[in-house]
């Protein structure tokens, strides 16, 4: 899927990506322990803003984040045009790029372009509002950190519950404490792919779960213009609750839910019974 149209001379975009990477190149070195940062909600949210200031003292942090916000884009991506880049500043010693471009894709130009080398750790939020069962389809924070999953490296979501700037600094510390017993352990390795989603106010523990498959209520709502044009506005409505054990059941009861998740979607149990099947092409079959 592509973005907006980015209209800039190709030869200053070129000289800007090749100096975007050496200044980052030069800030970086291989010891240094290196993590991207992005999300959906664009780099001037609050929510990444929080966690960048947190993790800055574990390393070296480089932000990769949508100029805009990108949110519900899910894993599309900004293809077969230029792309802007310009430079920011978060937090000290929190600095990077806001990129015109899907968080995936801002994900994908920090990993192959923008780093001096593999970073040891994505985090892409954190997101202003829950990313639970099947809406993690739907959303950017938990595309940009696939993203760096599929090609191998580790990688967390994090979304928030509440909007207050207490919140997001409690989820950011919170976050921070993870990251620092994951790399104590030797836990950051290639296929680590975890979202977490944070209640507001006060939590009760962190649980691990897993996600929640129950369909998420969706509400079309009719309307008719004066001029007797149809429209639906469209929004989703969280679960009231779900089966203890899932990521929707650890939120609702106050719980900061740990999903970890997977890349691979092939379902096991249908392979043999498949197999099963005739499946030979015979010659009266070829099309014409």
Known sequence: MVHR???RPVLGLLLLVFFCGSALAEASPNGEFLILLSNDDGYQAPGIRAVGEALASLGRVVVAAPLENESGTGHSTTTRQFV???????????RGYAIAAR????VRLGLESLLPRKPDLVVSGINRGMNLGIVTYYSGTVGAAREAVLVGIPAIAVSLQGDAAEDYAAAATFIRGLVEELRARGRLRPGLFLNINVPAKEWRGARI???????????FTHYTSPRNDLYYWSDYRSLPDDAEGTDVWAVVH??????????????????????QLDLEVRETARPQ
């Not at 802007?84 to 929190?94: T, Y």
């Not at 779960?209 to 509400?219: A, F, G, L």
């Not at 999903?259 to 197999?275: F, N, S, V």
């Open 5 to 7: 149209n980015v209209r």
């Open 84 to 94: 802007r880049l310009q430079s920011v500043e978060l937090a000290p010693g929190v």
């Open 103 to 106: 968080p995936a894709t801002c």
């Open 209 to 219: 779960t897993r996600q929640s498959t129950t369909p998420t209520p969706q509400i």
């Open 254 to 275: 106050g719980f900061i839910s740990i999903t970890p998740m997977q890349i691979d979607q092939t379902r096991a149990a249908d392979l043999d019974w498949l197999k």
